[in-house]
């Protein structure tokens, strides 16, 4: 099926990186930053030059697409889902990517910071990469691959039905979305217009690897109320809110409970921000748990932390409050493993080896598979991510692009 196609999945994401599209967790607007749309446009117009007639970005960002049926058969629409930002935690400004071709598992020293070295001791996925083409940063930004490598991958698949028409397949909807690193990735998504039954998101790590499970998560934030006084006559008057706020930082185990201390199916307490001056202070946390009963134990066990802190202050006060952030999508694919079942086997027909993964994080497909749209999620090839080691095997983009292709194939086959 692929032997004479020119994959162009590399050749997009190397244009697509250079894009500055990093969102902001601090912004109310949506999409939380504009320049995002820089991307979605070029992405809408490139569909239509496609010849998928209606692809179009709308107001807030988002890109709908819609690949025709080629089928007389009735067969269940799938929708492919990426997202188009890139994190905060590392500058996406300046992206200048770097083509290794066959990597033969030596040191890669990436040229603008000659500290940054891409070792196969440090990620030994790369020993899997052996005569790949692997393409990196250069050593100041992340590369972006999360997600960018999902949107160039969706963006060939795309190329490769729309010039083999002979290939049978349903409709297929393409859904690329803004925000998600700052989790509103779905805020402003229009399901009813999307009007697919089940989706895949693209935006996984290893070849082969499909994940079906992610955290359930919630956000706490804690205000702590001092009591202010002029520093120089503040004795037996003054409760200062950041000292308090240091005390229940402190008084968090060092052993457990944190994302530095747990892995596989343990979650955890972690502020992320703390911010404020002695008449307030207030600390942002995340909660995460596999189990969503699990979210209340931490939460109620941070509450009598800060309890147990503020008995020393009684004309201190503080606010707790939750907020729901997204749940574990296998409640949802559970019952749907049919959505499962294709992707399981698009990934074998694709010669690659499974490896089901639980996701230590939430994607997009979380919150869709509450929405009504069952939604696990596909390697895109990313490693490192979110770092400036940040880095892709050109080959596991092209099996990602194989497997999609397999997929919509198996689904019409099976209707």
Known sequence: MFQHYKFTAAERFL????????????????PTTEKQKDL?????????????ADAHMDEWGYVYATIPSTTSKKVPVIC???????????????????????????????????????????????????????????????????????????????????????????????????????????????????????????DGGDAGSLEDETFSADGVQVIIHGVIAHPGYAKDKMINAMKIAGEIL???????????????????????????????????????????????????????QIEERMRTYPKA?????????YRNMKEILDVNTHVVDFAKEAIARAGLELKMESIRGGTDGSRLSFMGLPCPNLFAGEQAIHSKLEFISVQDMNKAVETMVHLVCICEEKS
């Open 40 to 52: 979605s446009k070029i992405l809408a117009t490139e569909l239509q030059q496609m010849g998928i």
């Open 250 to 304: 402190a008084a968090l185990p060092k052993d457990r409970l944190s994302p530095e201390s747990t892995d596989g199916k343990r979650g955890f307490i972690h502020p992320v921000r703390v911010e404020g001056i002695a008449e307030k202070c207030t600390i942002d946390f995340i909660i995460r748990d596999f189990e969503t009963d699990g979210l209340k134990k931490k939460e109620d066990y941070l509450r009598t």
């Open 80 to 202: 492919f889902c990426a997202h188009v930002d890139t994190a905060p935690d590392c500058s996406g400004t300046n992206v200048k990517p770097i083509l290794h071709k066959n990597y033969q598992g030596q040191d890669i020293v990436l040229p603008d910071d000659k500290t940054q070295v891409l070792r196969m001791s440090d990620y030994p996925y790369l020993q899997k990469l052996t005569g790949h083409d692997i393409i990196t940063a250069s050593g100041t930004t992340l590369l972006g691959s999360d997600d960018k490598a999902g949107v160039a991958e969706i963006m060939d698949m795309a190329n490769f039905l729309m010039t083999n028409k002979n290939i049978k397949h349903g409709e297929i909807k393409i859904l690329f979305t803004p925000d998600e690193e700052v989790g509103k990735g779905t805020a402003k998504v229009d399901l009813k217009k999307l009007g697919a039954d089940f989706g895949y998101t693209l």
């Open 317 to 325: 006060s503080f606010e707790f409050t939750v907020t729901e952030q």
């Open 15 to 30: 244009q697509y990186v250079q894009i500055d599209t990093q969102s902001d967790p601090q912004s109310s607007s949506y």
